[in-house]
């Protein structure tokens, strides 16, 4: 299934607000030409070529051209203990309808 085009911006690896844990913070613009009543995207986090989080959050009432931010946390990883190898993260549209 091939789901529309979506641009990704403002992405952030932080520490959560009120606590340990790593989460994920950023914007995405729906791009793809088509509305969607949700839109379920995967994000993972890498040290080196290993998946250390995997992790999917959901954009409900996603309009053609509109700019959403998210905000999610990534499993138990605990922010101080793994930010400092984090060397890439890849975010891609699962599933949307």
Request: net charge positive; no cysteine.
């Amino acid at each position: 299934m091939s789901i529309g085009t979506f641009a990704f911006s403002k992405i952030k690896l932080q520490k959560q607000a009120q606590g340990l844990y790593l989460v994920m913070k950023g914007e995405v613009e729906n791009n793809s030409g088509k509305s969607y009543h949700a839109v379920v995207f995967r994000a993972i986090i890498f040290i080196k070529n290993i998946a250390i989080g995997n992790i999917t959050f959901i954009i409900n009432g996603f309009n053609n051209g509109q700019t959403r931010e998210f905000e999610a946390q990534v499993g138990e990883l605990q922010f101080d203990k793994v930010i400092r190898d984090v060397s890439r993260y890849e975010i891609y549209a699962e599933n949307a309808y």
